[in-house]
């Protein structure tokens, strides 16, 4: 900075010495030149600086969300389209319906021109973590998810949620464009392809430059129609999928799960275990038969079944994914029997909320069992039940003398190679929408009572959860109950709130703003990572 000051100085005195001092004129539009120029180096000195204290803020903000468990919201406006083109004007008929209201000010503030009959028209701001203006493509929107995804392979539950109203883009962002009159997405145009293709990518990518020999990933579809959980990867006898009604329970641990429910296992990573790997873990791991129960390593009296046992340690058969195309294609079969109508907002309006979750199993052959846990108390359980079931296993194996000597060892060996699971849930919420302006009626109009009674439940959860009371109504709802875990607390969760820009929706983007708000404010406490167990050496 110094020597810019000190280079301005010098061309000042350089511009002083040719000055002609004969012509007034002349020479004060080079004081003028000289002003502008000094100016200009100044501002680009104070956006510098801007720019540094900015992202230092960014950086302090993600540390204080990160600590507070705090959920973040992005914000992506769309642009108007074709079907925004409505006739008609806002109440005080300041504003026709097709005028865009609702701009990016910066990247972390949008501001809405809101207007009312007989009152002046003012601007309301909102912050969030990023805001995205119309121009911004699908690449900018992943580059700011992208860091989550690095998370989740590190131990942490993740889950990205579109929220909005219907019509204002949430599809578009989480999926794709859909192809004309047909449910189904495209990877012709990969620039165009939305979060849930992308993210499913990118985890296969950051497997991929993982050490070998460590992951599976797991995919489920599920849709929530009218207050109903329908598994949507089900098949039939012929393999066919069809949409199979299940339902969401609460574990003993407190967590929701969805019993029987299909899940494809897309991949895995896990490298066959060599034959001498083998035999280590047997020796390691030795159950002597006539003995009953003492590790001799180097007994040679174990008479096992080598492949046998190497069959056992080899995970479920996979498929390789080389894009998202494969991906997509599994996400389309599950999306034909997604419930979609067209109303007077939206030609393709979905009528149910899809959750895409992906589970990561990641297997570490370790002896370090506690360090699995997320708490001391679980870890020491476990650790207690591990040892039960092993003297149960060893003594139901003397008492079956005829039992090949394979199996307590081959049950240890495979007790010892540890798995930590985690989560990415992906949300395609369906649009809260206005009775009046989506012109339904009919079944229709019962779907859109569903959504919206779900989305309020869904609302009521964060604002239990924001005033820390005791009770937290996720059994309100089936689609509260089940993201419980995700909303509740053990996930870093992302809220991409989407905006109509128009004025027509006005009412509709304001309702989201303020959810976005409110979501902010939620303090989850610190988000807990699930730690990963010191592999055996070798391994
Ligand atoms: N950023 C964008 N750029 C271009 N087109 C977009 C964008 N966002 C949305 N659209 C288009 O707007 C239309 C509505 O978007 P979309 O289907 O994603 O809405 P939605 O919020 O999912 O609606 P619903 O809740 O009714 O299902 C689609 O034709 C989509 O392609």
């Keep these: 900075m110094k020597f810019q000051r000190s280079s301005v100085v010098t061309q000042l005195h350089e511009a002083i ?137 590190d131990g942490y539950n993740v889950c990205i949620m579109a929220y909005g109203q219907t019509g204002s883009g949430k599809t ?144 479920p058969s996979h498929r390789t994914v080389e894009n998202a195309s494969e991906f997509l294609h599994l996400v389309n079969k599950g999306l034909q029997l997604r419930v979609t109508h067209p109303t007077l907002v939206h030609a393709h309006s979905s009528r149910s909320h899809l959750v895409v979750t992906l589970t990561i199993t990641t297997v570490v052959f370790g002896d370090n069992f506690g360090t699995l846990c997320e708490d001391e108390q679980t870890s020491q359980r476990l650790n207690k039940e591990a040892s039960f079931t092993f003297a149960q296993k060893m003594r139901d194996n003397k008492s079956t003398s005829s039992s090949r000597a394979s199996s307590p060892v081959q049950l240890e060996a495979t007790e010892k190679m540890k798995q930590v699971k985690t989560r990415l849930q992906l949300v395609d919420l369906a649009g809260s929408e206005c009775v009046g302006m989506s012109g339904v ?36 709802s089936k689609l509260t109950h089940l993201l419980q875990d995700s909303v509740g607390g053990d996930a870093k969760l992302l809220v991409m709130l989407c905006i109509s820009p128009g004025q027509k929706y006005l009412t509709e983007s304001m309702q989201s703003l303020g959810f976005g708000t409110r979501a902010r404010q939620v303090q989850r406490g610190q988000i807990k990572k699930k730690n990963f167990p010191v592999p055996s050496k070798g391994k």
């Design 17 to 153: 010495k040719d000055l002609d001092f004969r012509n007034p004129k002349l020479i004060l539009k080079s004081v003028f030149q000289i002003k502008a120029f000094d100016l200009e180096q100044s501002l680009q000195e104070v956006t510098e600086r801007y720019e540094k204290e900015k992202q230092k803020r960014k950086a302090l903000h993600n540390s204080l969300i990160e600590l507070r468990g705090n959920i973040r919201v992005h914000c992506r406006i769309r642009p108007l389209l074709p079907f925004d083109d409505a006739a008609g004007y806002s109440q005080d008929r300041q504003r026709s319906f097709s005028e865009k209201v609702a701009y990016a000010a910066d990247d972390e503030t949008i501001l809405v021109k809101c207007s009312r009959p007989g009152h002046a028209s003012v601007n309301k701001t909102f912050q969030f973590e990023r805001v995205y203006n119309d121009l911004e493509s699908q690449d900018a929107i992943f580059a700011d998810v992208a860091p989550l995804l690095t998370s989740l392979l």
């Design 172 to 315: 578009y962002t989480m999926l794709g464009p859909q192809l004309e009159g047909n449910l189904a997405f495209t990877t012709e145009e990969e620039s165009e392809l939305g979060i849930i293709p992308r993210a499913t990518q990118e985890v296969f990518r950051l497997i991929s430059e993982k050490p070998p020999g460590s992951y599976w990933v797991e995919v489920s579809i599920v849709e929530v129609y009218n207050n109903e959980i329908f598994d949507l990867l089900a098949k039939d006898s012929c393999g066919k999928v069809f949409g199979i009604k299940r339902d969401v329970v609460t574990t003993r641990e407190g967590k929701s799960d969805v019993p029987l429910l299909t899940h494809e296992i897309w991949s895995w990573n896990v490298r066959h275990i060599e034959h001498d790997e083998v035999a280590e873990i047997i020796l390691k791991y030795y159950f002597c038969q006539s003995c009953g129960g003492t590790t001799v390593p180097s007994s040679p009296h174990w008479g096992g079944d080598v492949a046998c046992l190497q069959s056992q340690l080899q995970l």
């Design 441 to 476: 009626t009919g079944a229709v109009l019962r779907e859109t009572s569903f959504i919206n009674r779900s989305l309020s439940a869904l609302a009521d959860v964060l604002g239990a959860i924001a005033e820390q009371r005791a009770h937290i109504p996720y059994r309100n």
